[in-house]
């Protein structure tokens, strides 16, 4: 069974840092991979999603890498602002037999300091 | 704009009860999910479904079944409510091979069973 970890849980920053939030997973053959943000109390909001034949995908301060070869994607957020401050998931999809699903993991918790 | 809408932000229903959450999209997606979020456990597939009429179990089905009549519409049904299904509802929906969109999301329901 797929497993998607991020690590840390939680991370506190001072507005204006660039950070990075990690994502790993354990099945190779992934289709693709899609990057969430989710406020409190609210459904989530896709950000990013990345092709398995992509290395890349960059949306305003954003930016999301893949290395199928390590099993890891980071979301890198450039100049952080308290308006970032949410829990950011990951998400690692397949697609077969006439179905496409995604399996998350647990999401970091992102808090921003003004 | 695409979307997926849920009918009920907020829903406290009675132990024993039958509860209906609703789901509707409108990008024609053949996939539709259902998920439950609680703290420390993230995303628990419920159900889903990837065509009219089709329904499959996802890892936490007791409790639960399913309605998906027309193509837009899937419906979660909690046949008799118990306080262990207090938590938040999430829906998704997808293309087949998922597309360049992925999975997108309803604003979630929040429900407590008293």
């Known amino acids: 069974k797929q497993e998607v970890t991020q690590i840390p849980a939680a991370l506190s920053v001072p507005e204006g840092e660039n950070l990075v939030l990690n994502c790993s997973f354990t099945d190779s053959a992934i289709y693709n991979l899609q990057w969430f943000r989710q406020d409190p109390g609210k459904g989530l909001t896709s950000l990013l999603l990345i092709q398995s034949s992509q290395r890349e995908q960059t949306s305003g301060r954003l930016n999301a890498s893949l290395d199928k070869s390590s099993g890891r994607s980071t979301l890198y957020i450039a100049a952080s602002q308290p308006g970032d401050s949410a829990t950011y998931l990951c998400?690692?999809?397949?697609?077969?037999?006439?179905?496409?699903?995604?399996?998350f993991g647990k999401g970091t918790k992102l808090s921003v300091i003004p | 704009d695409v979307k997926v809408t849920q009918s009920s932000r907020y829903l406290v229903k009675r132990t024993g009860e039958k509860v209906f959450l609703e789901c509707v999209q409108d990008m024609d997606h053949e996939n539709m999910f259902w998920y439950r979020q609680d703290p420390g456990l993230g995303l628990r597939l419920i159900y889903f479904s990837y065509d009219v009429k089709m329904k499959e179990k996802g890892d936490i089905p007791e409790g639960y079944s399913v309605s998906r009549e027309k193509k837009e519409r899937f419906s979660l049904i909690l046949e008799s409510a118990s306080t262990n299904q207090t938590s938040m509802y999430l829906c998704a929906s997808s293309f087949t091979t998922g597309g360049g969109l992925g999975y997108t999301f309803g604003s979630g329901t929040r429900l407590t069973v008293v």
């Open positions: 998400a690692q999809g397949q697609s077969g037999a006439g179905s496409y699903q995604l399996t």
